[in-house]
């Protein structure tokens, strides 16, 4: 069985990370995993043993601990392992996040980049109170919520994709376009690999 690959999908709240990743699973195949999701979806479970941490930590816009969402994505990546193509959004967001992964599941998987979606933070703002506003159901689509997230995004995350920018293994897209530019930008970086 071959190793899957592994792209991971970060950007400031608001970014469009998900809906650009629904279209790039629509073109290329690829099986869309949302850190944010899989743990929404578990803190969703009745009787979930992390169900109540996981809602203190996203009430808090704080980033829940690495153990727990390295464990939910490697069971998803498990579930579909025939897919073996896998965008990873929302994570690593923080040094614990990258550490936890190269501990627990890098080994196992071939990272090819980092899908960067480059946004000024008062766009993502607009973007995300507008979506709590059409009633998306995110209990974080708030403006609370949302300045602790931008917060967490700028302290923990941004040192991430630096990180990976001294590797070369970031790929930047500008997300300030409209929903179909943005995705122009994204298939001239996926056709490349895809060739």
């Excluded at 727990?68 to 965008?87: D, G, H, Q, R």
């Amino acid at each position: 069985m071959s190793v899957p690959k592994v792209i991971f999908v970060l950007g400031p709240p608001g970014a469009g990370k998900g809906t650009q990743c629904q279209k790039i699973v629509q073109k290329y195949g690829y099986v869309h995993l949302s850190a944010g999701d899989l743990l929404r979806e578990e803190r969703a479970k009745p009787g979930s043993q992390y169900g109540e941490l996981i809602e203190s930590y996203i009430r808090d816009g704080k980033i829940v601990p690495v153990e727990i969402t390295c464990s939910l994505l490697e069971k998803a990546m498990m579930a579909k392992s025939e897919m073996n193509k896998f965008l990873i959004d929302g994570f690593p967001r923080s040094e614990n996040n990258l550490n936890g992964w190269n501990d627990s599941v890098d080994k196992k998987v071939k990272l090819l980049f980092v899908l960067y979606f480059d946004c000024p933070l008062e766009i993502c703002t607009e973007r995300c109170l507008a979506r709590g506003a059409a009633g998306s159901g995110r209990s974080d689509d708030n403006i609370e919520s949302l300045n602790k997230r931008v917060k967490t995004f700028l302290s923990e995350t941004a040192p991430i994709i630096q990180h990976y920018k001294e590797l070369d293994m970031v790929k930047t897209v500008d997300a300030t376009k409209s929903e179909d530019e943005v995705f122009t930008e994204v298939t001239e970086i996926f056709d490349n690999i895809e060739a």
